[in-house]
């Protein structure tokens, strides 16, 4: 299950609109379908409102982010990465192509070296 799903699951048992969850977490209700559609990530500061909004433990929250061994920070990039929404937001930033190549080689770097230590950990 997706975050945003189950972000969504768990509001809707707690029979909470999405107005509702949004004012708990001080967000707009626009930003809450943003993320029950997968549409954007919650930052973690925001992750760390949404657990008690919606009664559970951060850690219940990204149980699924957990149970693959993957860190939410680095589903969150590698969404982003896919998605084009790096490239969206750092062309409004007004970037030239050289300096957004230069962009995409960091975080796939970043991406490449958390492989690294997963493979040496698991080698452990």
Excluded: C
Excluded at 67 to 96: C, F, H
């Amino acid at each position: 299950m997706s975050l945003g799903n189950r972000i969504k699951s768990l509001r809707r048992a707690h029979h909470l609109t999405q107005q509702k969850l949004a004012d708990k977490v001080d967000v707009s209700r626009i930003y809450v379908q943003a993320l029950e559609s997968n549409r954007r990530l919650p930052s973690m500061k925001l992750l760390q409102k949404l657990a008690p909004a919606l009664d559970v433990e951060l850690n219940d929250l990204l149980a699924d982010f957990s149970n693959t061994k993957e860190k939410p920070a680095r589903v969150q990039l590698e969404t982003m990465l896919d998605s084009g929404e790096l490239e969206i937001w750092y062309r409004s930033k007004k970037l030239t192509e050289k300096e957004l190549r230069r962009v995409y080689r960091v975080v796939q770097a970043a991406l490449d070296d958390w492989d690294e230590e997963d493979a040496s950990e698991e080698q452990r």
